[in-house]
């Protein structure tokens, strides 16, 4: 039998995407339309506030294509945290103009596979707690899909010896690398929690970026013969104060 990985789990994560019903927004009164903005306005200025006291992290991303037109990520540190959020924002006004488009529950995760140093519990480490606790980057571009590790015939992840998933994950982890500074990578572990194994967050300055990494790694082994993919969603950050023009119509 093939051991697990021990991993070190985080905050946990929503990825919340909706689409706007444009019909019914262009069919409210102005007035109701800028009731609405304003409160989801000061949503995300009492989602900066945890932010700011590092009790948690959102990002909101409009999307391109039409699986969706917003995304939003929240980071929390309970599963009850994350729930209270969605409520208080399905309670919105904004929110009665938006429909379902997917969602996605997991949570920050680090394994264990890299060699520990002696006596080093790798999770009391302050680099390992701002990588399980991360304020989200603001960054341009973000691109959202979930993934599994494949269990078909010859290839089976999970009947791999430890050695050899930690070998394949080091060459992976090099292929990162290369893209330091212009890619940022959330991975959340969702076994249990949703219909894939992973999801994979990434961020960019530039939107290319994210299309070159994805494609490179798709030579490294571990995701030549064992990544199975979901949907992808990509899109462009939304401040808070683009919010407004953004919903003009
Ligand atoms: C942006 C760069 C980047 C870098 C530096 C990086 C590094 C690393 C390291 C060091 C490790 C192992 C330890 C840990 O930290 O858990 C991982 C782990 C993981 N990765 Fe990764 N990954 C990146 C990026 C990156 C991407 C773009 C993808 C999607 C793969 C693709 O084909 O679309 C991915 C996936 C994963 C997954 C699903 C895991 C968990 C595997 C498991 O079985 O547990 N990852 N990853």
């Given at each position: 039998?093939?051991?697990?990985?021990?991993t070190m789990d985080g905050w946990y994560c929503l990825h919340d995407l909706r689409s706007i019903d444009w019909t019914s927004w262009k069919?409210?009164?102005?007035?109701?339309?800028?009731?609405?903005?304003?409160?989801f306005e000061q949503l995300l200025s009492k989602w900066e506030a945890i932010e700011e006291a590092k009790d948690g992290s959102h990002a909101?991303?409009?999307?391109?294509?039409?699986?969706?037109?917003?995304?939003?990520?929240?980071?929390?540190?309970?599963?009850?945290?994350?729930?209270?959020?969605?409520?208080?924002?399905?309670?919105?006004?904004?929110?009665?103009?938006?429909?379902?488009a997917y969602s996605y529950v997991s949570v920050v995760e680090l394994s264990k596979y890299a060699p520990q140093k002696e006596g080093v519990?790798?999770?009391?480490?302050?680099?390992?707690?701002?990588?399980?606790?991360?304020?989200?980057?603001?960054?341009?571009?973000?691109?959202?899909?979930?993934?599994?590790?494949?269990?078909?015939?010859?290839?089976?992840?999970?009947?791999?010896?430890?050695?050899?998933?930690?070998?394949?994950?080091?060459?992976?982890?090099?292929?990162?690398?290369?893209?330091?500074?212009?890619?940022?990578?959330?991975?959340?572990?969702?076994?249990?929690?949703?219909?894939?194994?992973?999801?994979?967050?990434?961020?960019?300055?530039?939107?290319?970026?994210?299309?070159?990494?994805?494609?490179?790694?798709?030579?490294?082994?571990?995701?030549?013969?064992?990544?199975?993919?979901?949907?992808?969603?990509?899109?462009?950050?939304?401040?808070?104060?683009?919010?407004?023009?953004?919903?003009?119509?």
């Open positions: 039998m093939a051991e697990a990985v021990e069919m409210a009164s102005s007035d109701e339309r800028e009731a609405a903005i304003h409160e909101v991303y409009t999307v391109v294509g039409q699986k969706a037109d917003i995304m939003m990520m929240f980071l929390r540190p309970t599963m009850v945290e994350l729930n209270e959020l969605e409520t208080e924002f399905n309670k919105t006004k904004f929110a009665e103009y938006l429909k379902p519990d790798p999770e009391s480490l302050p680099e390992t707690q701002a990588r399980l606790k991360p304020i989200l980057p603001k960054w341009e571009h973000m691109c959202f899909y979930p993934m599994d590790k494949r269990r078909q015939g010859e290839n089976n992840w999970y009947t791999l010896e430890f050695s050899e998933r930690g070998k394949m994950l080091y060459e992976h982890s090099k292929t990162g690398r290369k893209y330091a500074g212009r890619v940022k990578q959330i991975i959340t572990g969702s076994f249990g929690f949703d219909d894939w194994e992973w999801g994979v967050t990434l961020f960019a300055h530039d939107v290319l970026q994210l299309k070159r990494i994805v494609y490179e790694m798709r030579f490294d082994e571990v995701s030549a013969k064992y990544g199975e993919f979901g949907e992808f969603f990509v899109g462009n950050h939304l401040p808070k104060e683009n919010v407004a023009a953004y919903l003009h119509v």
